[in-house]
């Protein structure tokens, strides 16, 4: 190949078949028509939990991608007050932060319609991101289990949720025979301590979104979903899910 050729365009379906219980791959042209319809999605899995058990668990990732989609999710119209909202992740900051995942949903997605959810953070005051991982365990020990609807983002590094490459708790958040819990970890390029749900608390999720933009994050993901042995946090999520896993995809960012 000539060092000016274009990179070779690569195809969702090189990597996943279009079988039942394969990841099922959505692109759209825009962000905002993406938040549009996963915004409906979702709305409509918690409307169904509410009805056959009375309550719905909703875990959602932090960062910048998901803020459309918690703001187009705030607007649908569903039994909110029944609705328990937590943070597949979290910074150790407190909610004055700007880097803060729990300032970010109480001021997006907690509003209009939604302002009637409970919302259960993983942070807490303590003396460091540990000690907060094990308060925050035990407080949330009775959150209804399975999670109806898990929503994931993932960075360039191919992490999700915290779980960070190098990170110096990996292997006990994606040990699939762990507990679902919450742990902290401490990793080169995470920017602060941080405190995350573990593997099975994830992958136990009766639905699960994984939810992408920029080309740069889809070859990070079509590199991890080639290779089943792929050190990219993100492939965890794939080699233990218990469900299908959505994958939302535009290219542009926004
Ligand atoms: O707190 C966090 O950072 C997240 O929960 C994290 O797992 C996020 O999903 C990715 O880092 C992508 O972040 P962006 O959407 O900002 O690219």
Redesign the pocket.
């Known amino acids: 190949m000539n060092p000016s050729d274009p990179p070779a365009q690569r195809d969702p379906s090189d990597f996943l078949a279009d079988a039942p219980g394969e990841p099922k791959w959505q692109e759209y042209s825009s962000g905002g028509r993406l938040a549009e319809r996963l915004s409906g999605t979702v709305a409509e899995q918690l409307s169904n939990a509410i009805e056959a058990r009375g309550v719905a668990t909703l875990a959602v990732?932090?960062?910048?991608?998901?803020i459309p989609v918690f703001v187009a999710l705030s607007e649908r119209d569903i039994a909110w007050d029944k609705v328990i909202v937590t943070?597949?992740?979290?910074?150790f900051v407190d909610t004055s932060s700007p880097?803060s995942?729990a300032a970010l949903v109480i001021q997006r997605l907690l509003q209009r319609h939604a302002a009637n959810a409970a919302f259960e953070s993983l942070y807490e005051p303590v003396a460091d991101a540990a000690m907060s991982a094990e308060v925050a365990s035990r407080r949330l020990a009775n959150l209804p289990q399975p999670f109806d609807v898990v929503m994931?983002?993932?960075?360039?590094d191919g992490?999700?949720?915290?779980?960070f490459p190098k990170g110096d708790r990996l292997d006990e958040a994606l040990d699939p025979k762990g507990e679902p819990r919450i742990v902290s970890m401490d990793a080169p390029d995470a920017?602060e301590p941080?405190l995350t749900w573990t593997l099975p608390a994830l992958v136990n999720g009766r639905f699960i979104h994984l939810?992408i933009?920029g080309v740069e994050?889809k070859n990070v993901l079509f590199d991890a979903l080639s290779d089943q042995e792929s050190p990219y946090p993100i492939r965890a999520i794939f080699n233990h899910a218990k469900t299908t896993i959505s994958i939302w995809y535009a290219p542009a960012e926004g």
């Open positions: 990732s932090g960062g910048r991608t998901p943070l597949v992740d979290e910074r880097r995942n994931l983002g993932m960075g360039t992490h999700t949720a915290s779980f920017g941080r939810h933009e994050k």
